[in-house]
């Protein structure tokens, strides 16, 4: 699946630089040019792929993306440190789930939010 969405990233023109997740949400880096907006690239992605998973029925049942996205930007002098924290995703959320990151994160940037918007949580 990492690769077909590298796939779509790469003919959309634009950059990938790590891809990885758990079973419950994936993280894709990457370098954006301003050619296209984030949310077209992220609906392009989930569209795409979930067509790719539905003909090959990688999934009992319809597959589908949950609505929404999270977004933050970093500097070029994070890339390192972001693309080591993407490729241990495994080891990384067996000390915090998906939902307290992502609430942490959201806490830690000031990033006003009304929780009933945020994600359907797995828990």
Not at 21 to 29: A, C, E, M, V, W
Not at 33 to 62: E, M, W
Not at 70 to 78: A, D, E, L, R, T
């Amino acid at each position: 699946m990492y690769k077909y969405i590298t796939g779509i990233v790469k003919n959309k023109g634009q950059k990938l630089i790590a891809i990885n997740g758990t079973y419950d949400h994936i993280h894709i880096f990457l370098g954006i040019k301003p050619s296209i907006a984030l949310s077209d690239l992220v609906r392009d992605i989930k569209n795409n792929s979930t067509n790719f998973i539905n003909t090959n029925h990688f999934v009992k049942g319809k597959f589908m993306w949950q609505e929404g996205f999270g977004s933050f930007s970093y500097g070029h002098s994070q890339v390192d440190m972001i693309y080591k924290y993407i490729m241990n995703q495994k080891e990384h959320h067996k000390k915090m789930s998906f939902k307290e990151e992502y609430l942490v994160m959201l806490k830690r940037y000031d990033i006003k939010f009304d929780e009933n918007y945020l994600f359907d949580w797995i828990d």
